[in-house]
């Protein structure tokens, strides 16, 4: 199995010490592959600071240019930002890498590698599973009769390419008029996940993509806007995991841009919060959809409080009472298995999480109604939050019987340096209704930015469009609006530190905002992408020259 471990010391020291296989992510990060009977080994070892299990992430599934403000800066009397000189890297379900609007006017590719994780072969320097392809490559497979017996990488669900058309598609195949954001940019796509798996992947491969792309862009020295149309619910969404750590980190690695959508669990029922008080039983109700295979809680309560539970399946079967003492325990009734883990705190919280997984080991889980019975024994603070499955997962008929509509952006959206992307929809101007929402303001877990998210037509596997709707699609206009504005300040030289969160507080501050209306907001954070207006502000401080350059300065003899 993989752990995504933080230590200290040697990597090549902690492999040769335990015999183990580890993949260096950077920052003191790395994965490590290890029998699942060895976890327990990986405590002991000092080199060791902190352990997590991976979790799997979901894709959720006529350009909107002009109502983001992006058309004026690629007008050539005006600007003229297309993406030159800059790399847009989709971490996604993969690119069909054959389609016109991935391709120059010649049909060489725009396209700088493709890491396909789900082909195995010849994986990338520094990395263990699957295979890379370069720009060469693709050449040769694009000329040849029969492109996908050279290079045999492909977006089944058409994601991936969807998100790369918006961000990065030139609109070679509708004569111009589907042109996405940054037309002229590289790309770099990199297919998350194994063989066999074409609908989520493990954070695990999220994390080995990301150092993948930083490392390839620092190499080429250009710029890189990294978008992350994934989601999940498995985790306290408050930027504490390994995983939400680690791509905090890794938005420091280089010149990148980390774009990620809030999701679209805004109004799946999929949230619930509420406290549990001191001689008082708590029951949680909830439903699940016929179909499903499998389900999980992630429950988050404070460690100062304790409590045990009680699972009661459709039909009133129980699970028995649950307490700390076990920490782990799985319960076998009839077809169903279920997984019940006390988690601890880690080193960025002090929460603690109680997570109960029900697998159907034939066929599917019955549906009906839950009920989840939490039985206090000494309560301190006594809040608890839990989410389901994203419905991606487990689909609209799962939901909790009294939800919390706050809260519901989905991992890894929480991770604090990112830039989320809450989705509207621009022809009737108001927030699309399965946006994910933040929590309350104060905590800075809200959307940075709106980008449109209903009906976008972009490019779909085969060669040519199809319309989309989703946070997913919301978050390429940000990617590509990144990948402009790095080409006007780092590859024109007008800013030459024009990345990271500097590239987020120019979108906020350019953000479009209704009247009367308070911001920022849970819901659209700051406001709608108007990348003009944010490119005008970022020309303004920068002919002004302080306070970012030194010159402006007097003398110290002054």
Same mark, same amino acid.
């Given at each position: 199995m993989e752990v995504i471990a933080k230590y200290n010391g040697s990597i090549t020291d902690l492999e040769q010490s335990m015999g183990i296989r580890a993949e260096d992510l950077s920052a003191g990060y790395c994965v490590i592959n290890i029998p699942r009977a060895r976890v327990g080994e990986l405590y002991s070892n000092s080199a060791i600071e902190d352990l997590e299990l991976p979790k799997r992430l979901y894709v959720g599934s006529s350009y909107r240019l002009s109502s983001s403000c992006i058309t004026p800066l690629q007008n050539k009397n005006s600007y003229d930002l #297309? $993406? #030159?000189?800059? !790399? &847009?890297?989709? !971490?996604?379900? =993969?690119?069909? @890498? #054959?389609? /016109?609007? *991935? %391709?120059?006017?010649?049909?060489?590719?725009?396209? !700088?590698?493709i890491w396909d994780q789900s082909i195995n072969g010849s994986p990338p320097q520094g990395f263990y599973k699957g295979t890379e392809y370069d720009s060469e490559m693709i050449d040769m497979a694009l000329l040849s009769d029969d492109p996908m017996s050279l290079i045999p990488s492909r977006d089944l669900v058409g994601h991936g390419t969807a998100v790369a058309g918006i961000a990065a598609g030139n609109g070679a195949a509708s004569d111009g008029e589907n042109t996405g954001v940054a037309p002229l940019c590289n790309i770099i796509a990199v297919k998350v996940g194994s063989t066999g798996r074409d609908s989520f992947a493990f954070s695990t491969d999220i994390m080995r993509a990301v150092k993948y792309v930083t490392d390839k862009a620092r190499t080429l020295n250009m710029p890189v806007a990294i978008n992350l149309s994934f989601g999940m619910n498995e985790g306290a969404h408050n930027g504490q995991s390994l995983f939400e750590e680690y791509l905090s980190q890794a938005s420091g690695f280089w010149k990148n841009v980390i774009v990620a959508p809030t999701g679209n669990e805004g109004a799946a029922g999929h949230h619930y919060s509420g406290y549990v008080r001191a001689g008082q039983t708590k029951e949680i109700s909830f439903f699940t959809a016929s179909g499903i295979e499998r389900f999980y809680i992630s429950l988050w309560k404070s460690f100062a409080d304790s409590f045990t539970f009680e699972l009661i399946f459709p039909g009133g079967l129980s699970s028995g009472v649950i307490g700390v003492e076990s920490q782990y325990k799985r319960i076998r009734t009839g077809d169903l298995v279920m997984d019940a883990i006390y988690g601890q705190p880690v080193r960025y919280s002090v929460n603690q999480e109680i997570f109960i997984q029900v697998s159907a080991q034939?066929?599917?889980?019955?549906? =009906? +109604?839950?009920?989840?019975?939490?039985? /206090? &024994?000494?309560?301190?603070?006594? %809040?608890?939050?839990?989410?389901?499955? &994203?419905?991606?997962?487990? =689909?609209?008929?799962?939901?909790f019987s009294e939800p919390d509509t706050n809260n519901t952006m989905t991992l890894p959206s929480t991770a604090h340096k990112l830039i989320r992307v809450a989705g509207y929809n621009d022809l009737i101007g108001s927030i699309a209704p399965f946006s994910g929402v933040g929590a309350q303001v104060c905590t800075g877990q809200i959307p940075d930015i709106e980008a449109p998210a209903v009906n976008i037509i972009s490019s779909a596997v085969g060669g040519g469009y199809d319309s989309f709707t989703g946070t997913s699609f919301a978050s390429p206009f940000v990617t590509g609006s990144a990948a402009l504005l790095m080409e006007w300040g780092i590859t024109n $030289? +007008?800013? /030459? *530190?024009? @990345?990271?969160?500097r590239i987020k507080a120019f979108l906020r501050l350019g953000a479009t905002r209704r009247p009367n209306t308070k911001y920022p907001d849970p819901a659209f954070g700051y406001g709608r992408l108007c990348l003009e207006k944010a490119l005008s502000y970022a020309v303004r401080y920068t002919e002004g020259k302080a306070p970012f350059y030194f010159d402006s300065y007097p003398d110290d003899t002054d």
């Open positions: #297309r $993406g #030159r000189g800059t !790399i &847009t890297a989709v !971490i996604d379900s =993969g690119i069909d @890498y #054959r389609h /016109p609007d *991935f %391709r120059n006017s010649d049909g060489s590719t725009r396209i !700088i590698a034939s066929g599917t889980i019955r549906s =009906g +109604n839950w009920q989840l019975r939490l039985i /206090p &024994t000494d309560i301190v603070d006594g %809040r608890i939050e839990a989410w389901l499955p &994203t419905l991606e997962e487990v =689909g609209a008929g799962t939901y $030289g +007008n800013s /030459p *530190f024009f @990345y990271g969160e």
